[in-house]
């Protein structure tokens, strides 16, 4: 049974409902719709209707998006208390990724109308909202500045750094990744090659500063990776999301090493 403190918590915690009273959140929480998705299941779909707003509540999940050709790319993941979706609040839009539960998901949906609705009623969410399509946007503007400057090594590390701090779980060899993350999904987040994020990994592998298996990454020196990553621009993690990063990432396939 879902513990409504909880779900109150992870409101609380996001940077949409930021600065929000108790009886706000609680007003949100009773318009919601809480809907499991099993592993593997499509939380939304590309090209459907952007009619839902939502927020994962527990489990993690990941975005990718199918190129015209028919490719299917990982773009990212998402994981509990992180939301999707905030372009429902404008009509006549379109999901421009699907994201799939990678675990089993609980997650609260919001009708677009109701997304707007609480705009009106709670100007502050509007701000907030504002205020991470911002972010996202500078989010956006950083990664393709580091695409085009920054060598892979640093550009792979960074993103190791980055997941390990999101998605990372202690392990007896350091920081488990918590994701199944292949070197190919590696390669397509950073805009390279599988063979370059091949070799560089093994090199790491070799030096201690990861151990690899299958789907599996554990980042073993995060201070080594961080010497190698060099100076990055700070954006709040809870605020880096999803949809905002799929045009770099689209611009990272066609300008990749």
């Excluded at 108790?22 to 939380?43: F, K, M, Q, S």
């Excluded at 609040?89 to 609705?117: H, M, R």
């Excluded at 393709?144 to 392990?171: C, F, I, K, N």
């Excluded at 599988?194 to 500063?209: A, D, I, K, M, P």
Aim: proline fraction near 4%; charged fraction near 20%; glycine fraction near 6%.
């Amino acid at each position: 049974m879902v513990d409504l403190s909880d779900l109150l918590d992870c409101l609380r915690a996001n940077p949409v409902f930021a600065e929000l009273k108790t009886w706000a959140l609680e007003e949100l929480l009773d318009a919601a719709n809480l809907r499991t998705v099993p592993a593997e299941g499509a939380i939304v779909r590309q090209g459907d209707d952007a009619d839902c707003f939502g927020v994962l509540s527990s489990g993690r999940a990941k975005m990718v998006q199918v190129t015209l050709e028919g490719r299917q790319v990982l773009l990212r993941y998402l994981v509990a208390g992180q939301e999707f979706g905030l372009i429902a609040v404008l009509p006549g839009n379109t999901y421009p990724v699907t994201i799939e539960a990678v675990e089993e998901c609980q997650v609260l949906y919001w009708p677009g109308p109701a997304l707007a609705d609480a705009f009106v009623r709670h100007p502050q969410i509007a701000l907030n909202a504002l205020r991470i399509m911002v972010i996202r946007n500078q989010e956006l503007q950083a990664r393709y500045r580091e695409l085009v400057t920054d060598r892979v090594e640093q550009r792979l590390a960074r993103a190791l750094v980055r997941l390990a701090s999101v998605a990372g779980v202690p392990d007896e060899q350091g920081t488990l990744i918590a994701l199944p993350l292949s070197r190919e999904d590696l390669a397509e987040m950073i805009g390279t090659t599988l063979y370059t994020v091949s070799r560089t990994l093994s090199h790491w592998e070799q030096l201690g500063f990861v151990a690899t298996g299958r789907e599996r990454i554990v980042v073993s020196a995060t201070a080594e990776l961080e010497k190698i990553a060099g100076e990055a621009e700070s954006v709040p993690v809870s605020c880096v999301a999803p949809c905002a990063l799929v045009e770099m990432l689209t611009a990272a396939r066609k300008t990749s090493a």
